[in-house]
């Protein structure tokens, strides 16, 4: 078992959090229940998933829910991509995150490598 709150990854994935609501907020209100609602779900679910596999008896488990994080990273980014076509955020705003991401997957990457699974 790990402690989550001290893995950098899991920091990392609270301020992309932080990030992508503070975003959201400057969506268009018809976008509550569509875009907002899966970025922010995608996002809060990355931090999540690491927590949720620290608390797991195995390796193993730790490695799959790691998966499901680097999973809901790209589909973070898809999203962003999304918001970008559409002109929802200043092309510069979504390009920070999207490094950010970016760094994130391949934190999880490493940590995944890491556990020797």
């Not at 301020?15 to 229940?33: A, G, H």
């Not at 994080?69 to 076509?85: D, N, P």
Request: aromatic share 10%; with cysteine; glycine share 6%.
């Amino acid at each position: 078992m790990h402690n989550f709150r001290e893995l950098k990854v899991w920091q990392a994935g609270i301020e992309i959090c932080k990030s992508i609501f503070e975003l959201t907020r400057q969506f268009p209100i018809e976008e509550k229940f569509g875009l907002t609602s899966q970025m922010t779900r995608s996002a809060v679910s990355i931090p999540s998933n690491i927590a949720e596999g620290c608390g797991r008896k195995s390796n193993k488990e730790f490695y799959q829910f790691l998966g499901i994080a680097l999973g809901s990273s790209f589909e973070l980014e898809t999203q962003l991509i999304i918001t970008k076509e559409f002109n929802y955020i200043i092309t510069e705003k979504a390009d920070i995150i999207c490094t950010r991401i970016i760094e994130i997957q391949k934190m999880i990457g490493g940590l995944q490598k890491s556990l020797n699974i």
